[in-house]
């Protein structure tokens, strides 16, 4: 599966932002699909991720109550809404995606995910 994520870009603190990752190659069902990003200078983390079913999700500590993960199977796209943008959000946003054989799971670990897209980058100032 390929993935091309997009929607990065500028904002201020407070803002929203909603990344786009299209997939192709592959349906999304029997994918764990996850958003991941890294900061200047520190390692990668896990932000969210979605059950091939779609009804289960997993978020961070950090960006609970502020981001949603999502998908839809007929464009075969995964999203994140981020709202209330903070400067610690500042980051490359990677969304991956990992197969399974059971719709009801979740990965946290980066390990997990063997396609990778290429990165989007948001920058959130104070």
């Known amino acids: 599966v390929q993935l091309q994520a997009s929607g990065g870009g500028s904002a201020q603190a407070g803002d929203s932002l909603r990344l786009s990752c299209a997939a192709s190659?592959?349906?999304?069902?029997?994918?764990?699909m996850g958003w991941f990003r890294q900061a200047p200078g520190k390692a990668r983390e896990f932000v969210a991720a979605v059950s091939g079913s779609g009804d289960i999700t997993r978020y961070v500590d950090s960006v609970k109550g502020r981001f949603t993960i999502s998908k839809d199977g007929a464009k075969n796209t995964l999203y994140l809404q981020m709202i209330s943008l903070k400067p610690e959000d500042t980051a490359v946003y990677y969304c991956a995606a990992g197969w399974t054989s059971s719709t009801r799971v979740i990965y946290t670990t980066s390990s997990q995910y063997k396609h990778w897209g290429q990165g989007t980058e948001v920058t959130v100032s104070s």
């Open positions: 190659g592959a349906t999304l069902f029997h994918y764990v």
